[in-house]
């Protein structure tokens, strides 16, 4: 018996998981450019300052982002004189016990959870219908 075109097909298996992984990439980052774009315009606008520390940073490995929101803009004291920080985007987003959560993150994550995975399997399915040939 003789297999014909086993080493082309081998080829394609190996690059597989690359092909499959920069789509996924790919999809991730789109996904998370989403929440951000979406948890932005959820931000409460008083001021259009947390609104406008909402980003996407890098996360531990290649297949992650974090969506986050605050920072320096948004640190302030927590009493006058007290000297200790406080970055009231947490509170916005979990709230206190004087204050009701505002939140804007995770309800963006929420909505778009269904659409962002949707289209993380369709990158995968791309790259295995291409055969890896895009690595």
Same mark, same amino acid.
């Given at each position: +018996?003789?297999?014909? $075109? ?6 394609? =298996? /190996?690059? =597989? ?6 789509? +996924? ?22 001021? $259009?300052? =947390? ?29 006058? $004189? ?16 004087? +204050? ?9 994550? /929420? ?7 949707? /289209? +993380? ?15």
């Amino acid at each position: +018996m003789t297999v014909t $075109g086993l080493a082309q097909f081998n080829r394609k =298996l /190996r690059a =597989l998981p690359v092909a499959a992984r920069a789509e +996924m990439e790919k999809a991730v980052t789109e996904g998370a450019a989403r929440v951000a774009a979406l948890a932005s315009a959820l931000a409460p606008k008083d001021t $259009g300052t =947390l609104a406008s520390t909402v980003r996407v940073e890098a996360g531990a490995h290649s297949l992650q982002r974090l969506v986050v929101a605050g920072g320096e803009a948004t640190e302030k004291e927590v009493r006058q $004189g007290s000297g200790a920080e406080f970055d009231y985007a947490k509170a916005q987003e979990w709230g206190t016990r004087e +204050m009701e959560k505002n939140p804007s993150l995770y309800p963006a994550f /929420r909505s778009l959870k269904k659409s962002i995975r949707a /289209r +993380m399997s369709r990158a995968v399915r791309r790259a295995i219908k291409a055969g890896g040939t895009n690595a």
